[in-house]
């Protein structure tokens, strides 16, 4: 496990950033995770600047999202697929019938989550895997005590996670209270993880996840057990770790 503590939330975004268009200059079909949330907004707003002003092609790229509400539509200002559209898609080159962002929608959902986990595997899986960390320690929408083996499914959502999302939504009792989510073991077949957290808010929660045992009741903790997992942090949301000093040294100290 890689621990990247960076001084702010520009810097973490930046870090992200420079990762995902190197895969993208190295390999223009890659195949990307992406995720929702506030934390990776400004990842997002700078792959754009880099498409915008360094010709970034993503012309190429497959995306899979982790997640998304049951019962938005697409055209919901809430929807993921509205967040992917207006913070990200509408900006850059990707291919529109290369975007796969769940559908809250489908009417099978059962049927639904077999053809997505179906389609990432079509696509040869998952190359980078970006990732938030709920409150509840949770990475997608797997809630404390999913599976850690967990494929993409209906999960019905904590309400300490409703409650964390109710800031979006104008009337906060039109938060949905179930989604599809990519399981843990989905995201954890992903050839390589990305957790971003920014915020004092995060740092007990990011300490378990690094630092805890590996646990379904923080189901981050599960990417302890990832080949290559990278958690880039800023210093607000990694200051409760225990190991803080020296995931810096190694970091300042990598070897050639
Ligand atoms: P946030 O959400 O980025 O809005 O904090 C993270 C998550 O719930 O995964």
Redesign the pocket.
């Known amino acids: 496990m890689e621990v990247i503590i960076k001084a702010d939330y520009k810097q973490m975004s930046a870090e992200a950033a420079a990762r995902i268009a190197d895969l993208v200059y190295h390999q223009p079909n890659a195949v990307l995770g992406l995720?929702?949330?506030?934390?990776?907004?400004g990842l997002y707003k700078e792959l754009i600047r880099l498409h915008r002003d360094d010709g970034l092609d993503f012309s190429k790229v497959i995306t899979f999202n982790?997640d998304e509400y049951v019962g938005l539509p697409a055209s919901h200002e809430q929807s993921y697929n509205y967040f992917m559209k207006d913070n990200l898609f509408d900006h850059i080159n990707v291919n529109p019938s290369n975007i796969h962002v769940p559908n809250g929608m489908a009417s099978d959902i059962e049927a639904y989550c077999l053809w997505y986990e179906d389609e990432i595997e079509a696509y040869g899986g998952i190359d980078l895997q970006i990732?938030?960390?709920?409150?509840?320690g949770?990475?997608?929408?797997n809630e404390p005590a999913s599976s850690l083996g967990s494929r993409t499914r209906l999960k019905t959502l904590t309400k300490q996670?409703i409650d964390?999302?109710a800031r979006?939504f104008d009337d906060p009792t039109e938060v949905p209270h179930y989604a599809i989510t990519m399981g843990v073991g989905t995201i954890m077949e992903a050839k390589t993880c990305i957790l971003?957290?920014?915020?004092k808010?995060?740092a007990d929660t990011v300490a378990k996840a690094i630092e805890g045992p590996v646990t379904a009741l923080i189901t981050a903790s599960a990417l302890q057990l990832h080949p290559d997992a990278v958690f880039i942090l800023d210093e607000e949301a990694a200051s409760s770790l225990e190991l803080h000093d020296y995931y810096q040294w190694v970091y300042e100290n990598k070897p050639e």
């Open positions: 995720a929702t949330g506030s934390t990776p907004l982790l990732l938030g960390i709920g409150s509840d949770h990475i997608a929408f996670t964390d999302n979006f971003l957290a920014s915020g808010g995060k």
